[in-house]
């Protein structure tokens, strides 16, 4: 006979109770302050619940991260599903299914979201919260000068984890090198900046009817300072790439210390030559000491494929499987109405700024 599951009762997570969800969670950088400012000072609505049990205990919690995308030249309001957890003591007795699809559908009728989305690897869960999985995640690293390979020697990894590393920097490296970019004139003009809004809007529209077949983040300047320069949690830095006085590129850079440009998210126009944009970018971060560039993306989406063949053209090698996959349901009863999970041009930048 199967057990009768109780229902958690939700509360949305405010200031004053961020202490809960974060001693919920038991992570060392889930601290109240950086829950609030991922849900509490995002410029697109945001929600975190928290459900108890009769007695008010936390056992639970769901966010629902608002992530307003941009698909030939259309605003998008989605939501991205983060910190879904339920407790271990509550395992088999709460029913946190009916608390995540209710969840959902309050915040989607709040935000006008038409679809959810996000990255894991409890496919199982997700399965039967209606979400569909594709396996797409994929990770390039390009090495343009030593000081990676020095990185990875010196890292506090096992022996293996830096051989196997070391090599695959080295032969990035080597073929770099024989993609002979000392003969490739400069062509964009870096800089680290953050365009007006009237600009990012029109770049942002550009770049989406030219590439009508694929979701992008529609950064504005609120956008930008809560995922990069505002962000006291992340080291992470806004650049433009221009022809002239045309904004023709725009890019988010982490620093994570490891002598490696870590590319968050690439929008260039013209991802026909990616390579030439990619190129220049590379050079902006060698100079400052980051001298290769790492990225991370959804592989079936168009896009983002232009992306990987120009970084391969510079050199660029496949660095290992992603274990987590991409999950994405629609808002409906079902979860059916939702773009395929390749139109997403799914980047670093499209996770929290934490």
């Not at 003969?183 to 900046?193: D, G, L, N």
């Not at 365009?195 to 009817?209: H, K, N």
């Not at 896009?303 to 510079?314: D, E, N, P, T």
Request: hydrophobic share 45%; with cysteine.
């Amino acid at each position: 006979m199967p057990v009768k599951l109780f229902a958690l009762h939700a509360e949305r997570m405010t200031k004053e109770t961020a202490p809960l969800v974060s001693a919920l969670h038991k992570r060392a950088y889930l601290t109240p302050d950086a829950l609030c400012y991922e849900y509490l000072a995002n410029p697109d609505a945001s929600r975190l619940y928290y459900g108890t049990d009769d007695k008010g205990t936390v056992a639970a919690s769901q966010g629902w991260v608002g992530q307003t995308l941009i698909h030939d030249g259309v605003p998008v309001p989605s939501l991205m599903t983060e910190r879904t957890l339920l407790s271990p003591a509550y395992w088999a007795r709460a029913d946190y299914r009916q608390f995540y699809l209710d969840s959902l559908a309050e915040t989607a009728a709040a935000t006008s979201a038409t679809f959810a989305w996000g990255g894991t690897a409890a496919l199982k869960a997700f399965a039967r919260f209606g979400f569909d999985a594709a396996d797409c995640f994929g990770h390039e690293v390009m090495v343009c000068g030593l000081s990676p390979i020095l990185a990875v020697i010196r890292a506090p990894e096992s022996w293996k984890w830096r051989a196997y590393h070391g090599a695959l920097y080295g032969l990035s490296l080597a073929k770099h090198w024989l993609s002979l970019p000392w003969f490739k004139r400069r062509r964009y003009i870096v800089r680290e900046e953050v365009p007006s809004d009237s600009e990012l809007e029109a770049f942002m529209c550009a770049l989406s009817t030219a590439h009508p077949d694929s979701y992008f983040m529609n950064y504005t300047r609120a956008k930008l300072a809560w995922f990069a320069t505002d962000n006291p949690f992340k080291k992470r830095e806004v650049v433009t790439l221009r022809r002239g006085d045309a904004l023709e590129g725009l890019a988010l850079v982490d620093d994570r210390g490891n002598r490696l440009a870590v590319l968050a998210d690439c929008l260039l126009l013209h991802s026909a030559n990616a390579d030439r944009a990619l190129l220049d970018l590379a050079r902006h971060y060698g100079r400052r000491g980051r001298a290769g560039l790492y990225f991370w993306g959804n592989r079936g989406n168009s896009y983002i494929a232009a992306l990987r063949q120009g970084l391969s053209r510079l050199g660029a090698l496949p660095l290992r499987k992603e274990t987590a996959q991409l999950v994405i349901r629609g808002v409906d009863a079902d979860g059916s109405a939702h773009p395929p999970a390749s139109a997403l041009a799914m980047v670093w930048s499209w996770s929290p700024p934490l």
